[in-house]
T-cell receptor, first 114, second 112 residues
Framework: DAGVTQSPTHLIKTRGQQVTLRCSPI?????VSWYQQVLGQGPQFIFQ???????GRGNFPDRFSARQFPNYSSELNVNALLLGDSALYLC?????????????FGPGTRLTVT | GENVEQHPSTLSVQEGDSAVIKCTYS??????FPWYKQELGKRPQLIID?????GEKKDQRIAVTLNKTAKHFSLHITETQPEDSAVYFC???????????FGTGTKLQVIP
């Protein structure tokens, strides 16, 4: 079975630009969560989507948005990029929407904003 | 919101010794406490988790204890090996969705 996949692996953007990150969950998993991990810190929760609906949102500005598609893959969009958005963006999938199951993390997308 | 504090930030132990990492949380509604291991340049991987209806859980050399009254939980690694060297994160979660709040991480170095 393939694990969680994310694309692209690395991305360099300029301040003010927009970026779209993609995630494909493990086959059969219906929940996708997004986390931001700044160097030297723990991951911070951004969003959770379950069955194509937003189930939770962390303390991030409206510049961050996401959606989940009928095949349960997901996109994270960040508008008007700031230098502080430079981080590793992790996607995690789980079988269900609640805390009943383990979250499996993808390899992440390293975003650098210059 | 939930706040998770983790100590120590770095920990060096001799191979074969035990390592203990401690975390405290603030939200009494938290009921799920996973621990993740993250090697350099790799994704976080769940190594053990515990729910609030259990006080202790063990998996081979790894154990986690939870004190709900004091709102703290700990990771214990016995007979440490060089491959245990990594950054370890504790986390706390609650509610009907997958939001977990992570601690700041502990860099564990096991010296051969």
């Amino acid at each position: 079975d393939a694990g969680v996949t994310q694309s692209p692996t690395h991305l360099i953007k300029t301040r003010g630009q927009q970026v779209t990150l993609r995630c494909s969950p493990i086959s059969g998993h219906k929940s996708v969560s997004w986390y931001q991990q700044v160097l030297g810190q723990g991951p911070q929760f951004i969003f959770q989507y379950y069955e194509k609906e937003e189930r939770g949102r962390g303390n991030f500005p409206d510049r961050f948005s996401a959606r989940q598609f009928p095949n349960y893959s997901s996109e994270l969009n960040v508008n008007a990029l700031l230098l502080g958005d430079s981080a590793l963006y992790l996607c995690a999938s789980s079988l269900q929407g609640g805390l009943a199951g383990e979250q499996y993390f993808g390899p992440g997308t390293r975003l650098t904003v210059t | 919101g939930e706040n998770v504090e983790q100590h120590p930030s770095t920990l060096s132990v001799q191979e074969g010794d035990s390592a203990v990492i401690k975390c405290t949380y603030s939200d009494s509604a938290s009921n799920y406490f996973p621990w993740y291991k993250q090697e350099l340049g790799k994704r976080p991987q769940l190594i053990i988790d515990i729910r609030s209806n259990v006080g202790e859980k063990k998996d081979q050399r790894i154990a986690v204890t939870l004190n709900k009254t004091a709102k703290h939980f700990s990771l214990h690694i016995t007979e440490t090996q060089p491959e245990d060297s990594a950054v370890y994160f504790c986390a706390a979660g609650s509610g009907g969705y997958q939001k977990v709040t992570f601690g700041t991480g502990t860099k564990l170095q096991v010296i051969p």
